[in-house]
C-alpha cells in the first residue's frame, strides 16, 4: 500500500503537469517577446514546485516508514534493530537538539536547553526518532538521498533498484542514469532559484522530470517499506 507521503506528492505532480498544461495551451514554443515573461513563471515554477514536492515526499515517507518502529505505540526491542540505525538515530537526536534547528539555525543556548532535555528523553528511554532521519539540508540530490536511506538499512540503493526502474522506465539505462537524472533535476531547480531564469528549460525536460520523479518515489517508497518492515520483524516483541 502506498504511503499517505506518495500520494501527496503525486499529487504535487498533477499540480506541475496542471502547469504545464496551461503554458502549452496558451504559449508558443519559442514563446514571442511578449510572452516570454508568462512562460518562464509557469515553467520556473514547475521546475520548482517539483523538487520541492520530492523533497518533502522524501522526508516524509521515512518519517511515515519509520513511525512503524516507534514504541509506544509499536512493541519494539530498541537493542535489537540494526546497529546502523541506533547508531544514526542517537547521534543525530542529540547534534540536532544542540545545533538548536536541522536548518542550521543557532538559537541561543538558553533556547536549545528544552529541545536537548527532550532529545536526552528520547535517547535515555531507547525511541525511534524519526526526525533524527530526515534532514536534507534542502538539497535533494542523488547523494542526500542514498545518505539517507542508508540510514534506514537501503544499502547501495542505486545499484539494488536498477533493475526495478529500468522496468518501470521502459528503455536501458546508464549505469548511473538515475543518479544523474536526478542531480539534473535538483540542478534545474537551484538554476531557477538563484537566477530567476527558466526560458532554457524544455518542455521535454519538464515532462521527463515528473515522470522520473513519481517512478524513483514509487521505487523509494517501496524500498523505505521492505526496509522498516524488515527491522520489526526483528526487533518485535512478541
Known amino acids: 500500500m502506498p504511503s499517505h507521503a506518495l500520494e501527496q506528492f503525486k499529487m504535487t505532480l498533477k499540480v506541475a503537469s496542471e502547469l504545464q498544461r496551461i503554458e502549452r495551451t496558451n504559449y508558443r514554443n519559442p514563446p514571442r517577446n511578449n510572452e516570454e515573461l508568462a512562460v518562464q513563471g509557469l515553467r520556473g515554477g514547475m521546475a520548482v514546485l517539483v523538487v520541492a514536492g520530492f523533497e518533502r515526499f ?3 515517507a521515512i518519517e511515515e516508514h519509520l513511525s512503524e518502529l516507534c514504541n ?11 546497529d546502523a540505525l541506533r547508531i544514526h538515530n542517537t547521534f543525530a537526536t542529540l547534534e540536532m537538539a544542540l545545533r538548536g534547528s536541522a536548518f542550521g539555525q543557532s538559537p541561543t543556548k538558553l533556547a536549545r536547553l528544552a529541545g536537548i532535555a527532550r532529545a536526552s528523553q528520547i535517547v535515555v528511554a531507547d525511541q525511534v526518532n524519526p526526525d533524527a532521519f ?10 542526500t538521498v ?3 536511506l542508508k540510514t534506514v538499512g537501503v544499502d547501495d540503493f542505486y545499484n539494488s533498484i536498477r533493475n526495478k526502474f529500468t522496468r518501470k522506465w521502459g528503455q536501458p539505462i546508464a549505469n548511473t542514469f538515475i543518479q544523474d537524472k536526478l542531480d539534473e533535476i535538483v540542478n534545474r531547480r537551484h538554476v531557477v532559484a538563484h537566477t530567476a531564469d527558466a526560458l532554457n528549460i524544455s518542455r521535454g525536460q519538464l515532462r521527463e522530470s515528473c515522470r ?5 518515489a514509487e521505487i523509494l517508497d517501496n524500498e523505505l517499506r521492505v526496509a522498516t518492515n524488515a527491522c ?3 526487533a518485535r516483541i512478541t
Not at 509506544?72 to 540494526?82: A, G, K, S, T
Not at 530526515?134 to 547523494?143: H, M
Open 58 to 60: 522524501l522526508k516524509n
Open 72 to 82: 509506544p505505540p509499536h512493541p519494539v526491542d530498541f537493542q535489537r534493530l540494526p
Open 134 to 143: 530526515t534532514v536534507t539540508g534542502g538539497n535533494p540530490s542523488s547523494k
Open 146 to 148: 542514498a545518505a539517507m
Open 212 to 216: 522520473f520523479l513519481r517512478i524513483l
Open 232 to 234: 520489526f520483524r526483528l
